[in-house]
């Protein structure tokens, strides 16, 4: 009995560890799957294929770890209010809380680390076979080529020490008076303001990132949010229908060059005519490969399998839109009720308490008490927002200010283009921690807590009320999740991080208003689009 009321029973530690051991195989399959998927064949680095799916597993990781957080935390009371046995002394709560902090601190460093050095060094570590020869150069032995990677990498390890004597010199806001006004608006939070430098380098580096991020996130997530389930509805044009189509366009190119060739046979031909005529015969050619490999793919095992998969594309895309559709409600209602009923922005636009319903919070709140279907859920809107950005890199490429860098295709993106994607992932899901405290504030903050309320009546009776935990209930009576405990603390001690997120959410709302209107008018997609384009081709025959 002793043992029931001071530390946590086994079913507690078992219910944290075993979704993190299930999170990391799968997260690890995923992410080695998911870089050999796009990879290019030819040429592959085994190395660099490792530090990119090491790269994308960690990030990953710190997004799935969140249930596990918020499950903690909700294990700690039970539904009329009262605390478990085992948790009932403060000891026993903050052994759990510092528990959970070291592990994102833990995760956070390796994400800093992925960042700063390994995916800069494995971008300048690699090459593309025999490009030294066919510039003149001997081949860069391994030693050459890590050493070179160091020196270019040094950059980022110089930009990380910048942030990190930021996060030590740079003066925060310092916790309210005690009984003031201000003091009343943040005793939810005002016991945690007090922190170690080194927790503070942590948050403006996190920060710091996550604000790249949210640059990609509105560029990628918001247009792929509505265009990749709008695409999955609305099917792919099939490989019979595009073989059709080059059919008859070979069909009036050969009309108009037989046409030319009869004309230069018969009359005087001006040589804008036989230029005219090599591209007609070069567009020809093109076409002539394209029919040859659609006539291939015709027999491919997928196409053949295409029909079948069919309603399971239209199941997902179904299962996306719905969750698109939540999202954009959740964040648009959480913005104006930040416009309208948080502390300002001089806090971040931090909001105690949600004045106005949110369909995602509601939705995580309820399947909180069946878990795991709370964590189900909560992976089904990381995978649509992941998923999302994904579709939107492959359809528009890898982008800096809008100039495309590499294209993302199955089987032929090269090692530098995916390392940069999975560096703009790496960003994205930085940035979606912040972001999912404003899609589901509530259960982010508390999870599925109840508090008890008593409120004396004129009768001298007591009325007892058992109320969702928020950030008006009585001090020690609710236990913030550590997530929204790293983040809510830094958006008071340096607003202007939380303030820019504030109007990016903003932005990120614009952005899948846009890829809606252009989804709605876009040609459908191709069945097949991993077939070799000409790019492609040139890139092959430089390989060889």
């Not at 700690?76 to 902090?101: L, V």
């Not at 303001?193 to 640059?215: H, K, Q």
């Not at 490999?293 to 491919?300: I, K, M, P, S, W």
Request: aromatic letters at 12%; charged letters at 20%.
């Amino acid at each position: 009995m002793l043992f029931m009321e001071n530390v946590a029973p086994p079913s507690f530690f078992a219910a944290k560890w075993i979704p993190i051991i299930i999170s990391l195989l799968v997260v690890s399959t995923v992410s080695w799957l998911y870089v050999l998927y796009y990879q290019r064949s030819t040429g592959r680095s085994w190395l660099v294929s490792a530090m990119v799916a090491f790269s994308l597993s960690v990030t990953l990781l710190v997004l799935v770890i969140i249930p596990v957080d918020v499950y903690a935390i909700s294990s700690m009371k039970h539904k009329d209010g009262t605390f478990e046995p085992w948790a009932s002394r403060n000891a026993t709560r903050e052994h759990i809380e510092n528990t959970i902090m070291t592990g994102y601190y833990v995760l956070y460093t390796l994400v800093f680390f992925v960042v700063f050095f390994l995916l800069p060094f494995a971008y300048f570590f690699y090459r593309e076979p025999k490009a030294n020869e066919e510039r003149g150069r001997p081949e860069l032995t391994a030693r050459q080529r890590a050493r070179t990677a160091v020196k270019y990498s040094m950059l980022f390890v110089v930009l990380f020490f910048v942030l990190v004597a930021l996060g030590l010199l740079v003066p925060f806001a310092p916790p309210p008076p005690v009984n003031s006004t201000a003091w009343h608006k943040f005793e939810f939070l005002v016991e945690e303001l007090e922190t170690e430098s080194g927790e503070d380098v942590i948050s403006i580096l996190l920060y710091s990132l996550s604000l790249v991020g949210m640059c990609a996130v509105v560029g990628y997530t918001g247009l792929g949010l509505s265009l990749w389930p709008i695409r999955l509805l609305r099917g792919q044009e099939s490989v019979q229908e595009q073989r059709e189509d080059v059919r008859q366009e070979r069909r009036r190119l050969q009309l108009q060059i037989n046409t030319l060739r009869d004309q230069a046979n018969y009359s005087t031909f001006p040589s804008w005519q036989v230029d005219r005529l090599n591209s007609l015969e070069r567009e020809e050619a093109v076409l002539g490969r394209r029919e040859t490999e659609l006539n291939e793919a015709v027999g491919n095992w997928m196409n053949r399998c295409s029909g079948f998969f069919r309603p399971f594309e239209v199941v997902l895309g179904i299962t996306v839109l719905v969750t698109g559709a939540v999202t954009f409600t959740a964040l648009l209602l959480s913005n104006i009720d930040k416009a309208l009923h948080s502390l300002g922005m001089k806090t971040g636009y931090i909001l105690p308490e949600r004045q106005l319903p949110n369909p995602m919070d509601w939705l995580l709140s309820e399947s909180d008490r069946l878990y795991p279907l709370d964590y189900i859920l909560y992976l089904v809107l990381i995978f649509t927002l992941v998923g999302a950005t994904v579709s939107c890199i492959q359809d528009i490429g890898v982008r800096v200010f809008a100039v495309k860098l590499y294209s993302i295709r199955p089987g032929r993106t090269p090692a530098h283009g995916l390392i940069l994607l999975v560096l703009s992932l790496v960003y994205v899901l930085l940035a979606l921690n912040v972001l999912l405290l404003s899609i589901a504030p509530q259960y982010t903050m508390y999870g599925d807590q109840h508090y008890i309320k008593d409120e004396v009546q004129p009768d001298n009776s007591v009325k007892r009320e058992v109320l969702p935990c928020t950030a008006s209930a009585p001090a020690g009576e609710c236990v913030l999740s550590r997530m929204a405990l790293l983040l809510l603390r830094f958006s008071y001690k340096a607003w202007i991080f939380g303030a820019v997120f504030y109007w990016a959410t903003w932005l990120f709302l614009l952005s899948v208003v846009m890829g809606f209107f252009i989804a709605l008018y876009r040609r459908r997609p191709r069945q097949g689009a991993g077939l070799p384009t000409e790019e492609d081709r040139l890139l092959d025959n430089v390989d060889a």
